[in-house]
């Protein structure tokens, strides 16, 4: 389908999305799993459009210290740690400082845990097509710590759908076994804030609205268009 770069804003981008996703429409066996929190108003839109439940999944990237901008692994749910050996060799950063970026970001993997989900058991993964969903991917190390996390849970297929990402990072997950759906790839790439006109902070409180909208009941037609935040 035809993509309008940059796009508007996150909801914008998750209905574009959604269009290449209809495959996965009004199937019991799909689930969307957002990563927070940029993906979430992705995701929500996503889950709207394919009538499927929505939740998160908790993946937290592990910036460079200094540099937090610049990841050089990332962490998931289930003690899952990718690192980029290639950033972490270049910048010769040493173990005992990976291990306390590893440590912080575990306790705000918890933290957020509690936030949006109310400690509610993970989503039930075994057997089902979860579609990986996020606002865009740079590196794709977060989303790979999630594709890896996935797969200890035996999926019937892994699912990563973006508007928008790197031609590397596209690659690195689809070795990964993982089916790839993204709107776009420019050259260039930049990073994925340059490919939208609004790309301010998603808040906690956003995220939670956006999880107890995207499960409430669906409204009868013709009721007004989606959320806008």
């Known amino acids: 389908m035809p993509v309008s770069l940059p796009y508007r804003d996150r909801f914008e981008a998750g209905r574009q999305l959604a269009g290449d996703l209809l495959l996965f429409a009004n199937r019991p066996d799909v689930i969307v799993l957002a990563l927070p929190r940029g993906g979430v108003p992705v995701g929500y839109e996503v889950a709207r459009a394919l009538h499927a439940p929505l939740d998160v999944f908790l993946v937290r990237k592990l910036g460079v210290p200094g540099h937090e901008e610049l990841a050089m692994g990332a962490i998931a749910s289930g003690d899952i740690v990718v690192l980029n050996r290639d950033v972490i060799d270049m910048l010769h950063i040493p173990r005992q400082e990976i291990d306390a970026v590893i440590a912080r970001e575990r306790q705000e993997l918890t933290r957020r845990d509690h936030e949006y989900r109310d400690d509610r058991p993970p ?84 995220v939670r609205d956006l999880l107890a909208r995207a499960n409430q009941p669906p409204h009868p037609a013709g009721a007004g268009p989606g959320v806008s935040v």
């Open 123 to 206: 989503p039930q993964v075994h057997g089902m097509i979860p579609i990986l969903v996020d606002d865009g991917l740079a590196t794709g190390s977060t989303m790979l710590a999630a594709v890896r996390a996935l797969h200890q849970e035996q999926p019937a297929q892994i699912v990563v759908a973006v508007p928008v990402a790197s031609r590397e990072a596209v690659e690195l997950l689809r070795g990964e076994g993982a089916t790839v759906v993204c709107l776009a790839t420019p050259e260039p790439f930049y990073g994925v804030g340059w490919w939208y006109q609004d790309f301010a902070q998603t808040t906690d409180a956003e």
